[in-house]
């Protein structure tokens, strides 16, 4: 079953976002913020996403991680199609107000591709730093 919708992402008085958690947020220009998400016991990271206030509320309220597709223009939940969910174990806003950190317990793999998150096999050849010893 499917909880998406044709909406477009709801303003905060409408979504049912605590209005304290509303206030604590800097949202794009579309209304959305970023959503990390990272294994909860390993620490993997297993994709990015994004929330407008209706899908981190239903994210802070259901168990479940709710995302708003910008190309779709409708909420989706990890799975629903898949049976690859991600279950919520916490959740937490960084300094800036920005972006999110949801830590899952993800069923079968994150990754649209099948691959276990949307990062593995994508390196780019980056020169490895060596902070000072000192």
């Known amino acids: 079953m ?16 605590d209005p304290a958690i509303a206030a604590r947020l800097k949202r794009d220009a579309n209304g959305l913020v970023a959503a990390v998400i990272q294994q ?7 994709m990015l996403g994004w929330m407008d206030d209706e899908a981190l509320h239903r994210t802070l309220t259901t168990g ?10 409708e909420y989706w939940r990890k799975g629903d199609t898949s049976g690859h969910s991600q279950w919520v174990k916490s959740v937490a806003l960084d300094c800036d107000g920005d972006a999110l ?5 993800q069923v079968g793999a994150a990754c649209h591709t099948g691959a276990p ?7 780019l050849p980056a020169v490895s730093g060596q902070r000072p010893l000192d």
Do not use: H, K, W
């Open 40 to 46: 909860y016991d390993t620490g993997a990271v297993l």
């Open 117 to 123: 998150t949307c990062f593995t096999d994508r390196e």
């Open 64 to 73: 479940r991680v709710t995302f708003f597709s910008r190309s779709r223009q």
């Open 2 to 17: 499917s909880t998406s919708t044709p909406d477009t992402p709801s303003a905060a008085p409408d979504s049912g976002l």
């Open 101 to 105: 950190l949801v830590r899952v317990d």
